[in-house]
């Protein structure tokens, strides 16, 4: 037997991994090098929440494998097979990635180790389905999600695996340091945001494990019994927050969809979740099959859409991501993003409605903005988030279903709790001012004591409506010319 390397990515964690597992039976008493490998071409577009939630993963790792951790820095088709070759490892594991970034890294990593005589072994993916596995009886995929869900479902998944092993950890951390990463991250960023914000948020989550496992017990306990109706609910904390550890692996899907089976009997609320965690498994699923869909627009007709550019668009876009729209449930949503990095899903689709329909600016232009401040930030998942708001996508939402923010805000912020707590200015504010149609701010209007400082809104709702519906028909026209 030769000592296995495991190459962990989107995996941070110990428990239920397969590919640790396949590593650890394939090199026995030889022992397993586990490597972690800073990658420029990512960390340059990741921005720094995510940055110092990765250097918090790590260091967590780190101390759960007994400081073992190996960290390099570079191109992964030329650190993997150095590390390899001087461990004399004759197999690297991973946990197979399916975006297109990672397809086509991992391509050439098996390719440099193929040159050596070693080879690289996928073992599983993040997802509870593997992404290109759920397909009609044609073989073509899914592109709808209800019979996606359906199909997933009947294809059913493993029970997670059993606590592991001692694992006979080799090596030691070397060349790099995980605190490295957020001095090097999100350094590409457009022109016209050089004066947004670049720090990461004041509040982030436990990283980790043993965080992901707190937060679903946290969930399983409490949110998950009232999950249907409570979710959708800005103020209150009726979703789970598993959106970083599904992200980074700290916790898999397995894992969830298996405590949530085991919580209790189905109900409708076990039911919502378990389809909320299925989007995620169908976005990698189209993802997988149209890796272009990351970046182009999707819907029949809609790549003739018109969007606004240049000084004025590049204004509103600054206002929009500072939380300065004088939109009061835009502004909550934008300025949880700043301060969390995370943002409820009700107002992640208020805010995308709104940079798309209201301030007609590319839906592209936004999504860079959540990749760059989210902790969850995820290709499959926010690009077509962005397509399903903005009626671009696969199974999107019709474009001209329009989120009226003001209405929303009634509905699902109620007692304007949310608001309140991220738009300091609107504290003092009665709920009924707060919900005005309009906004709180009338146009022309001297600002209400409370709001002192908050603005008027930068754009009429019912103009913008009008105005997104006008130039929806006009790429429908042209595109059926
Ligand atoms: C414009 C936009 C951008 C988004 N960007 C991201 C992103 O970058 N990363 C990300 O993980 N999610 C994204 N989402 C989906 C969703 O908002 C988050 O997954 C959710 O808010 C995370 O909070 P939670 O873990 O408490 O969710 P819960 O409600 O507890 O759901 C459990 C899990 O299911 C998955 N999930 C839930 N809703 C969705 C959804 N609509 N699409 C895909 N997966 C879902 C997530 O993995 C989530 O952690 C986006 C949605 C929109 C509208």
Same mark, same amino acid.
């Given at each position: ?6 190459? @962990? ?26 490597? @972690? ?51 004399? +490892?004759?197999?690297?594991?991973? $946990? ?35 992404p ?8 073509e ?6 019979? @996606? ?27 790099? *340091? ?27 989550? +436990? ?20 999950y ?19 992200r ?7 894992q ?21 965690l299925a989007w995620?498994? @169908?976005? +990698?699923?189209?993802l ?5 869909s990351?970046?182009? $627009?999707?819907?029949?007709?809609l790549v ?38 995370w943002?409820? *899903? ?32 995820d290709?499959?998942? *926010? ?5 399903? $708001?903005?009626? $671009?996508?696969?199974?999107a ?5 329009i989120? *009226? ?25 009665a709920?009924k ?34 105005e997104a ?13």
């Open positions: 037997m030769a000592p296995s390397v495991l190459w @962990f990515r989107r995996d941070l964690r110990l428990a239920d991994h397969p590919a640790l597992d396949a590593a650890r039976r394939a090199s026995g008493a030889d022992g397993v090098y586990g490597c @972690f490998v800073l990658d420029d071409e990512l960390l340059t577009r990741s921005g720094p929440a995510r940055a110092q939630f990765l250097a918090a993963c790590l260091e967590r790792l780190d101390d759960d494998m007994g400081g073992r951790l190996v960290l390099r820095s570079g191109r992964p088709e030329e650190v993997v097979p150095a590390l390899a070759a001087e461990v004399g +490892a004759e197999a690297v594991f991973v $946990t197979g990635d399916t975006a297109p970034y990672g397809t086509a890294r991992d391509a050439r990593v098996d390719g440099a180790l193929g040159r050596d005589g070693r080879r690289l072994e996928r073992v599983g993916t993040p997802y509870a389905v593997d290109g596995s759920v397909a009609k009886s044609s073989g995929p899914y592109r709808v999600f209800t019979p @996606f869900r359906r199909a997933w479902e009947a294809l059913g998944w493993p029970p997670p695996l059993p606590a592991p092993e001692q694992v006979d950890w080799r090596g030691a951390r070397s060349n790099a *340091n995980p605190g490295g990463i957020v001095a090097r991250s999100g350094s590409r960023r457009p022109r016209f945001w050089e004066d947004l914000p670049a720090d990461a948020p004041a509040s982030m989550p +436990a990283p980790g494990e043993e965080g992901a496992h707190a937060a679903l017990e946290r969930f399983v306990d409490g949110g998950l019994g009232d249907a109706e409570a979710r959708n609910l800005v103020g209150q904390e009726g979703s789970s927050r598993l959106s970083p550890y599904l980074f692996g700290c916790i898999h899907p397995r969830v969809l298996s405590s949530i089976a085991g919580a209790e009997k189905a109900t409708k609320d076990t039911d919502v979740f378990r389809s909320e995620r498994e @169908f976005y +990698a699923d189209v997988f099959h149209q890796p272009e990351a970046r182009s $627009t999707f819907g029949p007709g003739h859409l018109r969007w606004d550019e240049g000084p004025v668009a590049e204004d509103r876009f600054r206002r929009w991501a500072l939380g300065q729209t004088g939109v009061p449930l835009v502004d909550a949503g934008m300025r949880q993003l700043l301060a969390e990095g943002v409820h *899903n009700r107002a992640r689709m208020v805010a995308a409605s709104f940079l798309v329909k209201d301030l007609h600016l590319d839906w592209r232009w936004g999504a860079r903005w959540f990749m760059y401040r989210l902790v969850d930030g290709l499959a998942s *926010n690009q077509h988030g962005w397509q399903w $708001t903005a009626g $671009t996508g696969t199974d939402a019709p474009f001209h279903r989120f *009226n923010p003001f209405l929303q805000a009634e509905r699902f912020d109620p007692d304007g709790a949310y608001v309140r707590r991220y738009v300091a200015e609107l504290d003092g504010m709920t001012d707060l919900h005005a149609p309009g906004g709180p701010v009338a146009p022309g209007q001297l600002a209400f004591d409370g709001a002192s400082g908050y603005p008027e809104p930068i754009v009429d709702h019912g103009r913008e409506r009008h519906l006008a130039r929806f028909e006009a790429a429908r026209t042209r595109g059926e010319r």
